[in-house]
């Protein structure tokens, strides 16, 4: 069997405040193989741009990081920066949310697409124009808009430049972070499937986050949960989405959100409550105190992934043979914290 792209082991994220530490990611192992599409959705909160950030270490310092993010066997946490630059565009890159925050307002789209073409490839400037021309025309933008400055294109097409960004240096590996959140609707559908188009073609990796499972089931081939810090289900995207076993994906699966609605990705329908404070998270089954089909000790115990069926694992006493009752009650979060 060939090693996956990429291997997170015991992945924690805490962000140091004022009022302590905030634990935005607790122990998340995760694989995605190679040209594999790998969907990971949770509420607002649930810790998927932290862990996205934490791939290519893009978190902001006061940070902390545990556990290893293996990139094609190298570990991403321990790379020196000159090592980490390449990596950035070369091996893994990024499309985030907002295009207009990450695009320079004073430089042409052109220049900023060239940029790191010439700094990681070697090649000169003539066919650095030739490949911005090339990628311009695979996002379905012509070629003079190279002359653009951000500011003179529509929110769709910033987006569309994202993407050319994000496949200059034809990565192995492309995070894609709500990449259609802050567009219309009819935009959205239009950037997804030039996402999943020009991935496929490429046999690119693609690690795509929403909080919307049925635009990542329609993409994926794989689903991560995220709650509360953790990925409570993962498994296929189809069964994950239609037959979730975990009872947060059961009613994420259920929510539908109504694409592009700022409510419903907030809220989902249909689910009781708010996600729990990262640094007051209830003891046991973080999801308890929301959970409409909770047992009497799911209270004591912290469930771990467990496979419920083949290639699908989820965190829920209600998949062990007997419904956790022989589990030892889980740290407490102080001990947790502790650690
Ligand atoms: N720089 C920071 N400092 C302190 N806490 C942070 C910081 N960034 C994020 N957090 C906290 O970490 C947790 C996870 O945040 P994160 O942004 O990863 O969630 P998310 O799943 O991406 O949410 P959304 O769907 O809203 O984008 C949240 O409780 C958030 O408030
Ligand atoms: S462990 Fe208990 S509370 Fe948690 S999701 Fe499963 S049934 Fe619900
Ligand atoms: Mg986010």
Redesign the pocket.
């Known amino acids: 069997m060939t090693s996956p792209l990429l291997r997170l082991e015991g992945l924690s994220v805490g962000y140091r405040t004022r009022d302590g530490v905030v634990p935005a990611v607790r122990g998340v192992d995760l694989t995605l193989a190679r040209g594999e599409k790998l969907g990971v959705a949770g509420e607002s909160g649930s810790g998927k741009s932290t862990l996205a950030l934490a791939l290519l270490r893009l978190l902001p310092p006061s940070a902390t990081v545990t556990g290893r993010v293996l990139l094609d066997g190298e570990d991403v946490t321990e790379m020196g920066w000159g090592r980490l630059r390449a990596v950035r565009w070369a091996g893994a890159s990024i499309i985030f949310q907002g295009a207009m925050h990450s695009l320079n307002p004073v430089q042409t789209i052109g220049d900023q697409i060239t940029e790191p073409i010439l700094r990681h490839q070697k090649v000169s400037r003539e066919s650095a124009d030739t490949r911005v021309a090339e990628l311009l025309g695979q996002v379905g933008m012509l070629p003079d808009r190279a002359r653009s400055y951000p500011h003179e294109l529509s929110g769709g097409q910033r987006q569309r430049v994202m993407i050319a960004m994000a496949l200059a240096c034809e990565p192995d590996l492309v995070i894609a972070d709500e990449p259609t959140t802050a567009l219309d609707v009819m935009v959205q559908a239009q950037i997804l499937t030039l996402i999943e188009d020009l991935v496929a073609r490429r046999g690119i990796s693609l690690l795509m986050i929403s909080h919307d499972l049925s635009v990542l089931s329609d993409v994926c081939d794989r689903l991560a949960i995220m709650y509360a810090g953790r990925v409570?289900e993962v498994g296929p995207a189809d069964e994950v989405f239609r037959q979730a076993r975990?009872?947060?994906g059961a009613a994420l699966a259920s929510a539908f959100p109504t694409v592009g609605d700022p409510a419903s990705r907030m809220r989902p329908q249909g689910l009781a409550g708010d996600p729990p404070d990262p640094q007051a998270l209830p003891s046991?089954?973080a999801?308890?105190p929301r959970?409409a089909?909770?047992?009497e000790h799911?209270d004591a115990?912290d469930?771990q992934l467990w496979p419920a069926t083949e290639g699908h694992d989820v965190a829920?006493?209600?998949v062990l043979p007997d419904d956790?009752r022989s589990l030892a009650p889980g740290p407490t979060r102080a001990e947790e914290a502790a650690r």
């Open positions: 409570v975990h009872p947060y046991g089954c999801f308890h959970c089909v909770r047992l799911c115990v469930p829920c006493v209600r956790g």
